[in-house]
């Protein structure tokens, strides 16, 4: 399953809670893909993916000030 997360215009923390929030709902596999735009968020969610063990499956840069990441749950 994939699950899509926006939080543009949100800023830090809440774009990280949100996506805390959206990974207790998945399944171990399923992955969360989120698009955000709170340059912060570009540490701390890669940050929280890791420490949390899941896989960073896609990381990029949008445009000047607006990302997109994959986290697969482990």
Known sequence: ???KL???GMVCPFPL???QEA???LNSGDE???DFDCTQ???SIPRWAAEEGHTVTNFE???DAT???SIQKK
Do not use: F
């Open 61 to 63: 840069q949008i445009d």
């Open 1 to 3: 399953m994939r699950k």
């Open 32 to 34: 969360l893909v989120i």
């Open 23 to 25: 990974m207790k709902e």
């Open 41 to 43: 968020a570009t540490e």
């Open 67 to 69: 990302w997109t990441i």
């Open 17 to 19: 809670l949100e996506a």
């Open 6 to 8: 926006e939080v543009l």
